[in-house]
T-cell receptor, first 116, second 115 residues
């Protein structure tokens, strides 16, 4: 079974600075998707960024980018120019590309605090 | 973008009663819907996967007779918590996978409090 590990329960960053959230995963599959979700106090899950495992190029979405290291099974999220609105729980997630077995599995989460 | 709704957003029920939570995909069809449970300050744990027109597949440790899931149409899945107890109090989140694109979208969640 696939597992997702987030080793940083909490992280803190100064406004306008850069922070990196770590995520590692374990899988025997070669084709899969990785995600970072943001969960603000409202608890609505918001997709931040997504990465297809077959793509070597790291995904970017404005201030958010990932460092995807497939061989190391690592998938970190970098938030640049941090804003107060970035404060939230961040979850790393894995989903198999196998349509018959592709529920999403989440890491334990990292609580990000942004200091003004 | 694709929208998933849940109703109710918050429900309080007495111990021993049953409560039904609805999950609807508003602007797309969802062959598959997922139900997650999230305790305070914890991650989302998958409870079950439901496919339209067939029985749900439950994760290990989830009581299928307690958490009844019905995926009656391509836009609606329901989770019924039967004979609820205080330990069932939690945040329940549904997610729907688009039939066409295959993307997965999350509902806003339902807070269940059992007194």
């Amino acid at each position: 079974a696939q597992t997702v590990t987030q080793s940083q329960p909490e992280m803190s960053v100064q406004e306008a600075e850069t922070v990196t959230l770590s995520c590692t995963y374990d899988t025997s599959e070669s084709d899969y998707y990785l995600f970072w979700y943001k969960q603000p106090p409202s608890r609505q899950m918001i997709l931040v960024i997504r990465q297809e495992a077959y793509k070597q190029q790291n995904a970017t979405e404005n201030r958010f980018s990932v460092n995807f290291q497939k061989a190391a099974k690592s998938f970190s999220l970098k938030i640049s120019d941090s804003q107060l609105g970035d404060a939230a729980m961040y979850f790393c997630a894995y989903r198999s590309a196998n349509y018959n077995n592709n529920d999403m599995r989440f890491g334990a989460g990292t609580r990000l605090t942004v200091k003004p | 973008g694709a929208v998933v709704s849940q109703h109710p957003s918050w429900v309080i029920c007495k111990s021993g009663t049953s409560v039904k939570i609805e999950c609807r995909s508003l602007d797309f069809q969802a062959t598959t819907m997922f139900w997650y449970r999230q305790f305070p300050k914890q991650s989302l744990m998958l409870m079950a996967t439901s496919n339209e027109g067939s029985k749900a597949t439950y994760e290990q440790g989830v009581e299928k007779d307690k958490f009844l899931i019905n995926h009656a149409s391509l836009t609606l899945s329901t989770l019924t918590v039967t004979s609820a107890h205080p330990e069932d109090s939690s945040f329940y989140i549904c997610s729907a996978r688009s039939t066409g694109v295959g993307e997965q979208y999350f509902g806003p969640g339902t807070r269940l409090t059992v007194t």
